[in-house]
Nanobody, 124 residues
Framework: QVQLVESGGGLVQAGGSLRLSCAAS????????MGWFRQAPGKEREFVAA????????YYPDSVKGRFTISRDNAKNTVYLQMNSLKPEDTAVYYC?????????????????WGQGTQVTVSS
């Protein structure tokens, strides 16, 4: 069992930055691939970033590539999402997920545990 708690969301102006954190407790954090997804009202959950268990491989959709960076610190059981050059369309609840799978990390169905989410609002 893994428990995930996100933090760092808030209100920011367009062009600004935020850093989200996801703290994990439970078993073997370093064994899990980690991902960030977001969900805006009335929309499906959308893939934002993922990182392999070692941190050596990262994945991003084109919509955030070059603006967002995912990283992890296995010693602190924490994964981060640095978000720069934020746009109003980045507004959503951001969720972190943990999955034992090392493939298909762009898909929410491949994650086993989820946090409660943190709200990010970008004003124009």
């Amino acid at each position: 069992q893994v428990q995930l708690v996100e933090s760092g969301g808030g209100l920011v102006q367009a062009g600004g930055s935020l850093r989200l954190s996801c703290a994990a407790s439970g078993r073997s954090f370093s064994s899990y691939s980690m991902g960030w997804f977001r969900q805006a009202p009335g929309k499906e959950r959308e893939f934002v970033a993922a990182i392999s268990w070692s941190g050596g491989i990262t994945y991003y959709p084109d919509s955030v590539k070059g603006r967002f960076t995912i990283s992890r610190d296995n010693a602190k059981n924490t994964v981060y999402l640095q978000m720069n050059s934020l746009k109003p369309e980045d507004t959503a609840v951001y969720y972190c997920g943990a999955g034992i799978a090392s493939y298909g990390l762009r898909y929410a169905r491949n994650y086993d545990y989820w946090g409660q989410g943190t709200q990010v609002t970008v004003s124009s």
